[in-house]
């Protein structure tokens, strides 16, 4: 998810403060074999001096800290899977001589699975969490080598997934490139012109022809990264949350450009497609050139003391409410950005905040593992519920159309809510990966994950896994996905991505062949 620091280039790091532009310098950490000791004396600090480095030595010693732990982390992955190697080794020897055959592949690969998969989910959980303490307490910093690192590290057991057979068939409908930092979140208009918009850390926010991919207009009135964005329901309007610790409401105009023909790429929506990494920066198509840009914004608001990572409007559009590493949600009038109500209770920061379609019902989560309901329907009686069904990060909480709440979590579970009885879940959805930003389609009630390990899955509200979007060197996201949003406008099924790769995705989604093979 966002986290406070400086944007850089390439990078999916989220500047939350501005900053003056400076030339960039790298960072050479001269490493040791973790089996070899250091000479007696020798400090961390005495083995980087003399290295050309604008970064104050104690920050350069907690990022050879966390270089450390990686180091160690993987070794100890290396060992176990050489010791489990030995005994599968051993068993097949026995197996042999007993006349006794393994069909089919690896032998190895089921008993490595369980062990692999659990050593590096671990790693991802505990480097992530490491990534968001490290740069929200250090501005300016980015710690995007120890993320891709981590991110990078699941190839190493990534020959141990299970497939299963195809689910259904989903067309690449375009890529929307031109940010030059990860891409936050993505929303879709409800109002014509249809255009999708994306929020990312490189301080702004685009708007995009849905057809043609081209980037029409970019708000640059943010001067931190720009971590959410959604529309407003009846106006050319649009809110942002960034790490300036504000939010801006602003106007757009755009026209749309002559539609193209659909390039000719399907694939289904495959279990058995791996994917084939292109070198980090190798980004496909050019990036926006002399597009319209609007600078200032209509309304700011900021009444916030930390990072305001989300905004959502209340149902008519006459308030808006944001969510903040204050561990605080506001609640605005939008024609005088006034503050009406300051929402307080969550222990730690929050992460997400959303709106009922039609009431007057707010959503927030937050790191300290709850999620909980405002409820805004009676002016005088303000009612609030907490819930307590995860372990770990809950990183989104979503209303669908009907009567339920759908929440995500890094502990890599998906649970489904029915507003009425909410003290259980009605349906669990476990998964292999932390969960990011979740969306629900309105009329097909289908849920969209966006994982940490670069998958896209889809299920449905009872938690039967549907499918999972293609994935490969020539379509899919590169790093982590970090949000998903649906579009059902004019019979057509629309869902749309983005992630750490700086780009978004646009896919088909063949609902009659989905709902088919469930």
């Known amino acids: 998810m966002p986290v406070e620091g400086g944007s850089s280039s390439g990078s999916a790091s989220a500047a939350r403060h501005p900053k003056q532009k400076r030339k960039a310098h790298s960072l050479s950490i001269r490493r ?61 020897e026995r197996l042999t001589g007993d006349g006794q055959a393994i069909e089919g592949g690896d ?30 307490k250090v501005p300016g910093t980015s710690h995007v080598g120890l993320l891709r690192r981590a991110r990078q590290s699941s190839h190493i057991v990534s020959s141990f997934k299970a497939t299963t057979g195809s689910r259904a068939l989903c067309q690449l409908l375009k ?48 001067a931190g990264s720009v971590n959410s964005i959604k529309f407003h329901p009846t106006e050319q309007m649009a809110l942002t ?33 791996d994917s084939s990494d292109r070198e980090e920066g190798e980004v496909d198509g050019d990036g926006p050139s002399e597009v319209p840009t609007v600078r200032v914004a209509t309304a700011t ?75 805004f329907r009676d002016p005088s009686i303000h009612s609030v519920n907490v819930f307590q069904g995860h372990t770990d990060t809950v990183t989104s909480a979503v209303f669908t159309v009907g009567d339920n709440v759908v929440s995500g979590s890094d502990d890599r579970t998906v649970k489904v809510w029915d507003l009425k009885n909410m003290r259980s879940p009605i349906a669990t959805i476990r998964t292999d990966s932390a969960v990011n ?29 549907l499918a999972r979007l293609p994935r490969s060197n020539r379509m899919g996201h590169r790093r982590m996905v970090c949000c998903t949003a649906w579009n059902e406008e004019n019979q057509a099924c629309n869902l749309f991505t983005c992630g750490f790769d700086r780009q978004a995705i646009g896919w088909n989604i063949n609902i009659p062949a989905l709902l088919q093979e469930k």
């Open 175 to 222: 890529e929307y490139i031109g940010h030059r930092d990860g891409i936050w979140d993505l929303s879709v208009t409800r109002t014509q012109p249809v255009v999708l918009g994306t929020a990312s850390a490189d301080h702004s926010a685009l708007l995009w022809s849905i057809e043609t991919g081209k980037c029409l207009l970019r708000y640059a009135g943010h």
């Open 241 to 273: 949350a960034s790490g300036d610790q504000t939010a801006h409401i602003w106007r757009y105009m755009v026209q749309l450009p002559a539609p193209q023909p659909p390039p000719d790429v399907s694939a289904p929506c495959d279990d058995d497609q």
């Open 32 to 92: 040791t074999n973790s089996t070899e000791e250091r000479p007696p004396g020798i400090l961390r600090g005495d083995m980087l001096e003399g290295q050309d480095s604008k970064l104050p030595l104690g920050l350069r010693n907690n990022l050879l800290d966390l270089f450390g732990q990686i180091e160690r982390e993987f070794e100890n992955l290396y060992i176990e899977n050489l010791e489990l190697r030995r005994e599968i080794d051993s068993l097949n």
């Open 437 to 465: 930003r979740i969306s629900v389609s309105a009329n097909q009630r289908i849920i969209a994950l966006p994982h940490d390990n670069r998958q896209v899955r889809l299920f449905d509200m009872s938690g039967v896994r």
């Open 301 to 375: 608001l900021k009444s916030h003391q930390g990072v305001v990572i989300a905004a959502d409007w209340l149902v008519g559009g006459r308030q808006v409410v944001t969510a903040s590493w204050d561990r605080a949600a506001n609640l605005y009038e939008v024609e005088t950005s006034e503050l009406v109500h300051t929402l307080t209770g969550h222990d730690q920061e929050l992460t997400h905040c959303c709106t009922h379609p039609t009431q007057r019902l707010v959503v927030t989560s937050s790191r300290d593992t709850t999620f909980r309901l405002w409820d």
């Open 107 to 136: 032998p190895s690969k089921g008993a490595l699975k369980a062990k692999a998969s659990h050593s590096t989910s671990q790693l991802s959980q505990k480097l992530k969490t490491t990534y968001k303490a490290s740069t929200s």
